[in-house]
T-cell receptor, first 110, second 114 residues
Framework: GENVEQHPSTLSVQEGDSAVIKCTYSDSASNYFPWYKQELGKRPQLIIDIRSNVGEKKDQRIAVTLNKTAKHFSLHITETQPEDSAVYFCAAGSNYQLIWGAGTKLIIKP | DGGITQSPKYLFRKEGQNVTLSCEQNLNHDAMYWYRQDPGQGLRLIYYSQIVNDFQKGDIAEGYSVSREKKESFPLTVTSAQKNPTAFYLC?????????????FGPGTRLTVT
């Protein structure tokens, strides 16, 4: 079946440094690529999303890039802060359904 | 918070019992979803509904059932046929006309079956 691979599973960065999380999808029909942040014991919340007609989108310290030819997209967080510590999920979808990556635990070291 | 609610937050059941998880939304969204989350894994789709009185199986529908009698409500029943039901269950809803859009999640129900 269709799947989304996400790497790395754990990422530890120094506070103030940048973090990059990468995802690869298999379904060429996918046209919507959201990123969600989930803090421990809480619900996932959307932090940024991109559609297939756009190559890059930025919102303050967060950016997402999409390479449709290679079927991969990435989340970039700059100037990381302690409150960025969480699990981040990527997803790819079309026609009402999302296929989710396994998640990346981001640890911000003081 | 608000917009989509799930109850209860924690649920304990004995093996062999069916249990129903509640999900309600006041966002006027047409689409609703049920996911299962296990430690170290992504979200896996159990069922989804694009419109009232219609629903589709997801990747792991075996042992689960749903109904969508009202736009606002999408309850999930975990039956005794589900072999490993202990998990964190998340309900979500999504609006927009056709296609796929942001999914808004409820706070989740943590089900423990012993």
């Amino acid at each position: 079946g269709e799947n989304v691979e996400q790497h790395p599973s754990t990422l530890s960065v120094q506070e103030g440094d940048s973090a990059v999380i990468k995802c690869t999808y298999s379904d060429s029909a996918s046209n919507y690529f959201p990123w969600y942040k989930q803090e421990l014991g809480k619900r996932p919340q959307l932090i940024i999303d991109i559609r297939s007609n756009v190559g890059e989108k930025k919102d303050q310290r967060i950016a997402v890039t999409l390479n449709k030819t290679a079927k991969h997209f990435s989340l970039h967080i700059t100037e990381t802060q302690p409150e960025d510590s969480a699990v981040y999920f990527c997803a790819a979808g079309s026609n009402y359904q999302l296929i989710w990556g396994a998640g990346t635990k981001l640890i911000i070291k003081p | 918070d608000g917009g989509i609610t799930q109850s209860p937050k924690y649920l304990f059941r004995k093996e062999g019992q069916n249990v129903t998880l509640s999900c309600e939304q006041n966002l006027n969204h047409d689409a609703m979803y049920w996911y299962r989350q296990d430690p170290g894994q992504g979200l896996r789709l159990i069922y989804y509904s694009q419109i009232v009185n219609d629903f589709q199986k997801g990747d792991i529908a075996e042992g689960y059932s749903v109904s969508r009698e009202k736009k606002e409500s999408f309850p999930l029943t975990v039956t005794s046929a589900q072999k490993n039901p202990t998990a964190f269950y998340l309900c979500a809803s999504s609006g927009g006309a056709g296609g796929i859009y942001e999914q808004y999640f409820g706070p989740g129900t943590r089900l423990t079956v012993t």
